[in-house]
């Protein structure tokens, strides 16, 4: 079992190479060579000079000349201003931000570090997440951690300009004040009997309602993963701790009134500007963006076979990584390699949940915490399929709102792996076995080591001598 102060120390470890890492992508990385990026840096702009918030409208999305700008790399004198298609998101992110354009007069690098030191929040939440719902096995929230901050993609896209750094943090704040929630850390009494957090330190329905409804302010893509992690928060205590019809009213008239105190302004501000029921501006957007590729015309070209093989190829490699505008691949073999390292964490976990679950010793509120963490990953495949039922959108950051359970599964198919492998260890008796029986710990973080360095390598390998 690690220490808790060993765990912070290479937690601070971890952050700090993921912001090493960070800022040498928005340095290195070409102007405006990230997805939107052009948009989200006019909103911002926009904030910054006539106050918030801007509208949508026609013309903000022009397809030819924004084909015409990836194409000729866009060049130092191209004109950006008129790509405003952004202009429907909620606003937490750009008002932030507009105050580092204020101060940096604009300066894109700038923005792009901002971005890295909010994406911070990625790596720290799903570290506290695992630690508090796994308190006995930090190794594993390491693991996590490690997993969340080095996917390659996501690095490129947190050192952008794009609001997707603050909608992770956000929803990752969430989880774990969630699963705090749920009595997550659990402790033993006097008599070694396992107990849940007490009802006095355990956060109060209100704070799932007020961080819901910043949430509600921060981006579309979180709002379905946040509304079901509190909403399967609070049926599992109401189930689980057989509280009363009384109570779960009460608890969910707290969330309402914090999260639509909160975010329904934004709400409302929408309906007076694109009229009912465009609460969230995506009508609006919907009828601006002509341009954009819509699924019924794709299956129409290609057939639904080939567009199947695109849908779960393409998603697979901009997971890890497809960069710039979706133009610039890894090589195959990458995506292979990386696939066989899932295969093998895939056989681990089913070692882990068939051969050694019960060393987990989980409690009823530990059980919670995994329908929370499950609730998430249905959430965004479900936000995933629908945005692709109309508009071809094969990106695999759409899927980064469920990193903190991937990377979970992930670590906890690493463990899997490594219990099994002690206990080969313990079958051999050979001279040395407790070294290595000690070592035997630190596998799940240990087999991710690649993924910093294979971030690094993507980064001068691939999107500078393609995209500079």
């Known amino acids: 079992m690690i220490s808790k102060k060993l765990s912070y120390i290479l937690l601070t470890i971890i952050v700090v190479l993921f912001v090493i890492v960070g800022v040498l992508y928005a340095v290195k990385t070409p102007s405006w060579q990230a997805p939107d990026e052009p948009a989200h840096y006019n909103y911002i702009a926009q904030v910054?000079?006539?106050?918030?918030?801007?509208?949508?409208?026609?013309?903000?999305?022009?397809?030819?000349?924004?084909?015409?700008?990836?194409?000729?790399?866009?060049?130092a004198d191209a004109n950006l201003s008129p790509i405003e298609y952004e202009d429907h998101q909620p606003p937490f992110y750009y008002l932030l931000l507009a105050l580092v354009y204020h101060v940096t007069e604009g300066s894109l690098i700038a923005l792009r570090?901002?971005?890295?030191?909010?994406?911070?929040?990625?790596?720290?939440?799903?570290?506290?997440?695992?630690?508090?719902?796994?308190?006995r096995h930090r190794n594993l929230a390491?693991?996590?951690?490690?997993?969340?901050?080095?996917?390659?993609?996501?690095?490129?896209?947190?050192?952008?300009?794009?609001?997707?750094?603050?909608?992770?943090?956000?929803?990752?704040?969430l989880l774990v004040v969630t699963i705090t929630y749920l009595g997550n850390p659990g402790s033993t009494d006097p008599d070694g009997q396992a107990i849940p957090l007490t009802e006095s330190s355990r956060p109060h329905a209100a704070a799932l309602g007020g961080l819901l409804g910043a949430a509600f302010l921060t981006k579309l893509t979180i709002y379905l993963p946040g509304a079901m992690i509190v909403g399967v928060a609070i049926l599992r205590r109401w189930h689980t701790e057989r509280q009363s019809g009384r109570w779960l009213a009460q608890q969910a008239v707290w969330v309402a009134v914090m999260s639509l105190g909160i975010g329904g302004w934004w709400w409302v501000r929408n309906i007076v500007i694109y009229g009912w029921p465009d609460f969230l501006g995506q009508i609006a957007h919907n009828g601006v963006?002509?341009?954009?590729?819509?699924?019924?015309?794709?299956?129409?070209?290609?057939?639904?076979?080939?567009?199947?093989r695109d849908y779960l190829t393409i998603t697979y490699?901009?997971?890890?990584?497809?960069?710039?505008?979706?133009?610039?691949?890894?090589?195959?073999?990458?995506?292979?390699?990386?696939?066989?390292?899932?295969?093998?964490?895939?056989?681990?976990?089913?070692?882990?949940?068939?051969?050694?679950?019960?060393?987990?010793?989980?409690?009823?509120?530990?059980?919670?915490?995994?329908?929370?963490?499950?609730?998430?990953?249905?959430?965004?495949?479900?936000?995933?399929?629908?945005?692709?039922?109309?508009?071809?959108?094969?990106?695999?950051?759409?899927?980064?709102?469920?990193?903190?359970p991937l990377g979970g599964l992930t670590a906890l198919g690493l463990w899997g792996l490594s219990v099994w492998i002690e206990?080969?260890?313990?079958?051999?008796?050979?001279?040395?076995q407790d070294?290595?029986?000690?070592?035997?710990?630190?596998?799940?973080?240990?087999?991710?080591?690649?993924m910093p360095f294979l971030t690094v390598w993507a980064l001068f390998r691939y999107i500078i001598p393609n995209l500079g």
């Open 142 to 173: 390491l693991a996590t951690a490690a997993f969340v901050a080095f996917v390659p993609q996501r690095v490129a896209i947190m050192a952008s300009v794009n609001n997707d750094s603050l909608a992770e943090t956000m929803l990752g704040i």
């Open 113 to 135: 570090i901002t971005s890295v030191i909010l994406g911070i929040g990625g790596p720290l939440a799903a570290y506290f997440a695992l630690a508090r719902l796994l308190p």
């Open 48 to 75: 910054a000079g006539k106050g918030c918030c801007p509208i949508i409208r026609t013309g903000d999305w022009d397809s030819a000349y924004l084909e015409q700008l990836k194409l000729e790399q866009f060049p």
């Open 289 to 308: 963006v002509l341009g954009q590729l819509r699924t019924a015309e794709k299956i129409a070209a290609v057939g639904l076979g080939n567009y199947s």
């Open 317 to 404: 490699h901009s997971f890890w990584g497809q960069f710039g505008w979706m133009g610039v691949p890894m090589p195959d073999r990458i995506y292979l390699l990386i696939g066989i390292f899932l295969l093998v964490a895939l056989f681990g976990l089913t070692i882990a949940f068939g051969l050694f679950r019960n060393r987990l010793e989980l409690q009823p509120w530990q059980h919670s915490g995994e329908w929370v963490l499950a609730s998430v990953i249905l959430a965004t495949l479900a936000n995933y399929i629908g945005y692709n039922l109309t508009f071809v959108q094969f990106q695999g950051r759409y899927l980064y709102t469920m990193l903190i």
């Open 423 to 432: 206990q080969l260890i313990a079958l051999e008796g050979k001279p040395g």
């Open 435 to 450: 070294i290595r029986k000690r070592l035997i710990p630190w596998l799940p973080l240990a087999a991710l080591a690649w």
